[in-house]
Nanobody
Framework: QVQLVESGGGLVQPGGSLRLSCVAS????????MGWYRQAPGSQRELVAT???????NYADSVKGRFTISRDNAKNTVYLLMNTLKPEDTAVYYC???????????????WGQGTLVTVSS
């Protein structure tokens, strides 16, 4: 069984910073794209940023220049550094990964449980 566990959410003032982490564990052969999504109250889940196994990144326009996604392949971990946070960044942030696993060999699309980020003064 494969799972993603996020950490690093919390309450921060506007203009502040947070770093989210997400660790994948289980019978993992390799991980392709990893990413972060978010869902604000009353809204649909939306893409924040993704990163390929080779380090190619993609960002939502709303976070470009403020957020940075990175990964450590040796640790099966993806990070999201969030700077200059705004109240509209308030949401539950979810980690996602495309994971190849054993027993039997197959590709899974895995989601974490989410971590709440609240930007408020």
């Amino acid at each position: 069984q494969v799972q993603l566990v996020e950490s690093g959410g919390g309450l921060v003032q506007p203009g502040g910073s947070l770093r989210l982490s997400c660790v994948a564990s289980g019978s993992i052969l390799r991980i392709n794209t990893m990413g972060w999504y978010r869902q604000a109250p009353g809204s649909q889940r939306e893409l924040v940023a993704t990163i390929s196994s080779g380090g190619i990144t993609n960002y939502a326009d709303s976070v470009k220049g403020r957020f940075t996604i990175s990964r450590d392949n040796a640790k099966n971990t993806v990070y999201l550094l969030m700077n200059t946070l705004k109240p509209e960044d308030t949401a539950v942030y979810y980690c996602n990964a495309a994971v190849w696993v054993t027993g039997p060999y197959r590709r899974l699309d895995i989601w974490g449980q989410g971590t709440l980020v609240t930007v408020s003064s």
